[in-house]
C-alpha cells in the first residue's frame, strides 16, 4: 500500500518540479516519465492497485500523446486506450476484481471508438466496426467453447450492444426529437441485450 502511494505521488512531484523549473514538458512527457519511474515499483510487487495505477499513467500518456499529435483523435484514443487495457490483462500477480475492471475497461474504451467510428467516413472508421463485431462475436464463441470467461463475454456483450444500437441509429436515421424514436431506440436496446444475455446463460448452465 505504501508503494502505491508513492507511485501516485510521482505525478504530482513531477508536475511541481516542471512547473517551478519551467522545463517546457508537454504533457505527455510527463506522464510517460512518471510510468517510467514506476516501473521497477510495480515491477517488484504483486499488489493489483499498483499495477492498475502503472495501467492508468500508461493510459494518461498514450491519450495525451494521441490528443495532441494524432488526425481523428476521438477514435484513436479509445482505440489505443482499449489496447493498453486489453495488454493489462496479462498483468502478473493480478487478483480476480483486478483482471474484471481491466476487462470492464478495454470493452468501455472499444465501445467509446466504435461510437466515434461512426463518424469517420474513411477505411478505419469501417475497421474499427469491424474490430468491435470480430470482438463480440468472438466472446460469444469463446463462452460456448469454454474459453472466456463470463464477466468478459458480458462486458463484450454490452459492447457489442451498445455500438449496434449507434450504428442502426445511424443508418435508420433515428432522431431523437421525435417520440417514436425513442421507443424504437430502447426496443433495440432490449431486444439485443436480451439475445445476448440469454446466449451467455445458456452455455454458462452448460445447456446443448
Known sequence: MAVTAAAVLV??????????YQTGIQDWELYALWAALIVPWAASTRFSAMWLVQLG?????????????ARDSDLWAPLALSA???????????????RRTVAAGSALFLTVAGVAAIDVDDGIGW?????????FLGSMWGIRAG???????????????????????????????????????????LVQGGA????????????P
Do not use: K, N
Open 11 to 20: 505525478g504530482p512531484t513531477l508536475a511541481v518540479y516542471t512547473q517551478i
Open 196 to 207: 445476448a444475455t440469454a446466449w451467455i446463460r445458456r452455455h454458462l448452465e452448460g445447456s
Open 127 to 135: 475497421l474499427t466496426l469491424a474490430l468491435c463485431g470480430g470482438v
Open 84 to 98: 493498453v487495457w486489453s495488454v493489462g490483462r496479462l498483468l502478473p500477480g493480478s487478483t480476480e476484481w483486478c
Open 147 to 189: 474459453r472466456v470467461g463470463s464477466w468478459a463475454a458480458t462486458c463484450a456483450a454490452a459492447m457489442g450492444v451498445v455500438v449496434a444500437f449507434f450504428v442502426e441509429a445511424e443508418v435508420l436515421h433515428i432522431d431523437g426529437d421525435h417520440p417514436w424514436s425513442w421507443a424504437l431506440m430502447g426496443l433495440l436496446v
Open 57 to 69: 499513467v500508461v493510459s494518461m500518456a498514450t491519450f495525451t500523446l494521441i490528443g495532441e499529435t
